[in-house]
């Protein structure tokens, strides 16, 4: 056979689609089982969904297309979830579209709306209700708005309720279910997800695991987190030069010196 004949026999593993080229070509199988051709993508079932591709970012949960004019996502089942002429950012299980007023509008994996008209915002932890991929929403997640006094302002939703708000944005300990905010002094609060006060007026603090430590000027304190946010033991006080002499912290990263050195710090 002559070599100009000889054909390359290229199979789709998802599908078992095949076809035949005189030479080889560049292919990428996404999540969802769509494949990219050269600058072609394909849905599983070989159609063709969409020419011109410039990029492609698979993000596990769904799929964004960038071509010279339009921006599309794509999801699991590999259906259209929507396409812009406007920048799609996206983020792990979520994406955030802009509309031609620079307004913006957050989507879950499958598409659903979660928010719209905000500045920023910041996921902190997913959960799953009923059975994988029916319902994926993002456990906890904060909101940077322009309240009706035209101020900005953070809000801090779980499960999509909105249980605080705040001038400064929060940090979210999803697994204790406990967030902080710092006030006009730059003092941290630290509140149960009942906006129970659980610590207040620290200049610092850091979570490892089940232990918190906090700084209140010299002092240095060391609690171990109560599971129903009720009261955190205090196992240990004292100032910094002890803090380095004396406490070693041992967690599953291995990453308690790096924690102390960042309370210590900053």
Not at 19 to 32: A, G, T, Y
Not at 156 to 165: M, Q, S, Y
Not at 229 to 250: P, R, T
Request: hydrophobic share 40%.
């Amino acid at each position: 056979m002559n070599k100009k004949e000889k054909q390359l026999l290229f199979i789709h593993a998802g599908s078992g689609i095949s076809f035949l080229k005189n030479e080889f070509v560049s292919c990428r199988v996404m999540s969802n089982q769509m494949y990219l051709i050269e600058d072609v993508l394909y849905f599983p079932n070989g159609e063709v969904a969409v020419e011109g591709v410039k990029n492609v970012q698979d993000v596990k949960y769904f799929l964004k297309v960038t071509t010279e004019d339009v921006q599309i996502i794509y999801g699991l089942e590999a259906e259209e979830h929507i396409r812009s002429k406007f920048d799609i950012e996206v983020y792990d299980c979520l994406y955030v579209v802009s509309d031609e007023n620079g307004e913006k509008q957050l989507f879950s994996i499958f598409g659903e709306l979660i928010a719209k008209n905000f500045l920023n915002f910041d996921v902190f932890g997913f959960s799953w209700i009923d059975a994988p991929f029916s319902n994926y929403i993002p456990q906890w997640y904060a909101l940077n708005v322009v309240d009706s006094n035209g101020s900005t302002i953070w809000q801090l939703f779980k499960n999509d309720c909105l249980i605080a708000t705040s001038k400064n944005s929060f940090r979210v300990n999803a697994e204790h279910s406990r967030y902080a905010t710092t006030g006009d002094d730059g003092k941290f609060s630290i509140f149960a997800d009942n906006s129970k006060l659980l610590h207040k007026e620290l200049d610092n603090y850091v979570e490892i695991d089940n232990i918190l430590i906090t700084k209140v000027g010299d002092v240095y304190e060391i609690f171990t987190i109560d599971d129903e946010n009720f009261n955190d033991k205090s196992i240990w006080k004292g100032c910094e030069q002890k803090l380095l002499s004396e406490i070693y912290i041992i967690s599953i990263d291995d990453v308690g010196d790096a924690c102390i050195d960042d309370i210590i710090n900053n």
